[in-house]
């Protein structure tokens, strides 16, 4: 891998061997932890769920910096903490979750690529006990407001060619024809399409078949194709903004690019907004 990438990227062989570390703490983060942590997962990692630990639904937002406090403190992490996460089957929770620690300060926050993926493909041991870490006092630091985009942001940029945004859902909502991707629950956003603008790339048109991330000079020529320089500001979007913060993750981290934000509220909120304009394929 790239420089870039050698402080956040980590291999399977590599957690395998510092699974009794005292310095560093694992974290499987799921969408349905009742379906594949307590089936199983990686000895001694703590489980985190996408949606109930890494999201506010109430406030359809990120965690609050209290909530993550929480949080981190419960599951045995502070500053010092290298911590190493990991997502069910892809790591589209995973990268969300870097993001989330990234914009609240974590110093050491790792990947393990391919995610439970490619450790379960390997034959790799699995665990159901649950771990008891020692709890500690931790604080957030003030949010990086580099790493998010909100709404009022990408409206003010819009027709402005240092910006580009890239949307990284499946093309059927790229053009306008679903709201989620192909084969799953279609919610009731009220307009399909995309921002005005927007570049298509998918998030797993950067994995590669075993669940890793694809070469990095395999990664560079994808963005590249689309004239992604590492000059422009770089805002990712999808629905809810998961998919996104695993091209947000690859373009910043793997790729060195130097502005790139995650758009969090996606075509969610975007789709729902009042006076915003979309661009469609359909009729």
Known sequence: MADSSEHVLVSTEWVAAHLNDPRIAIAEVDSHPDDTYAVGHIPGAVSWGLHTDFEDRIRRDIP???????????????????????????????????????????????????????????????????????????GVSNPDHSLRALREHILGRLGNASTKLLDTRALEEYTGQLTAAPGGHQPDIYRKGRIPGAIHIPWDDAEAKDGSFKPVEELRKLYASKDLTTEDEIITYCRLGVRASYSWFVLKYLLGYKDVKNYDGSWTEWGNAIGVPIETDQP
């Open 64 to 138: 609050t910096p209290q909530g993550l406090s929480v949080l981190l403190s419960k599951s045995g992490v502070d500053r010092n903490t290298t911590l190493i996460l990991y997502g069910d089957g892809h790591n589209r929770s995973a990268t969300w979750a870097f993001w989330v620690l990234k914009y609240y300060g974590h110093p050491d926050v790792r990947i393990m690529d391919g995610g439970r993926y490619k450790w379960e493909t390997e034959n790799r041991p699995f665990s159901k006990d649950v771990p008891k870490r020692q709890p500690t006092s931790y």
